[in-house]
């Protein structure tokens, strides 16, 4: 079975620092790999993908992504965080056939300090 | 282009009561998936339909249903409402299962 573990719920970073959320999976096959980001009373919104090829995905916002297989991993970061990147970020994973569903992670909640 | 819609933005039920919420996805997309999402927790997966077919469940009771009309927009039912059913109802929408989905806003249902 698939699942996602997003290491820390809360990350609190100074603006202008590097973010880095971090998200590990565990699947029997690789899946396709997204983040999401949530503001308060709002739905999701993609940030990025990764599906094949590059294992390095640059999304919205400055955010990226890289696809690390041998360390089942797939770490957010951005070089120089902003107040509006002030969020709740989803990690999820789907398989790559089967039924169209997402496993998320818990979530990391991102305070960025002035 | 419009985005995934969703109806009502709020809602508050009774405990016992049923209640439909509604989705109409992005033009062309013919996926449709409704996630549950607690306070403070990730989505949860309770229902896939592609071209008006179930074609995933989640772990969630009898009392939860669903369907996808014809123009691809989707209803999901909760029969017999809990305490615990308040929640934040997501409706998602794709092209192809590797594009990914787009959520709309939610439906925020509370149960008293």
């Known amino acids: 079975a698939q699942s996602v573990t997003q290491l820390g719920s809360h990350v609190s970073v100074s603006e202008g620092a590097l973010v880095l959320l971090r998200c590990n999976y565990s699947?029997?096959?690789?899946?396709?790999l997204f983040w999401y980001v949530q503001y308060p009373n709002q739905g999701l919104q993609l940030l990025l993908k990764?599906?094949?090829?590059?294992?390095l995905v640059k999304g919205i916002n400055g955010f990226e992504a890289e696809f690390k297989k041998s360390e089942t991993s797939f770490h957010l970061t951005k070089p120089s965080a902003h107040m509006s990147d002030a969020a709740e970020y989803f990690c999820?994973?789907?398989?790559?056939?089967?039924?169209?569903?997402?496993?998320f992670g818990t979530g990391t909640r991102l305070k960025v300090l002035a | 282009d419009a985005g995934v819609t969703q109806s009502p933005t709020h809602l508050i039920k009774t405990r016992g009561q049923h209640v439909t919420l509604r989705c109409s996805p992005i033009?062309?997309?013919?996926?449709v998936s409704w996630y549950q999402q607690v306070l403070g927790q990730g989505p949860q997966f309770i229902f896939q339909?592609?071209?008006?077919?179930?074609?995933g469940r989640g772990n969630f009771p009898d009392r939860f249903s669903a369907r996808q009309f014809p123009n691809y927009s989707s209803e999901l039912n909760v029969n017999a409402l809990l305490l615990g059913d308040s929640a934040l109802y997501l409706c998602?929408?794709?092209?192809?299962?590797?594009?990914?989905?787009?959520f709309g806003s939610g439906t925020r249902l509370t149960v008293v």
């Open positions: 998602a929408s794709s092209y192809g299962q590797g594009d990914g989905y787009t």
């Open positions: 339909y592609y071209e008006k077919e179930e074609r």
């Open positions: 699947s029997s096959v690789p899946p396709y």
């Open positions: 033009s062309g997309h013919k996926s």
């Open positions: 990764y599906t094949t090829g590059a294992t």
């Open positions: 999820a994973v789907s398989s790559r056939s089967g039924t169209y569903k997402y496993i």
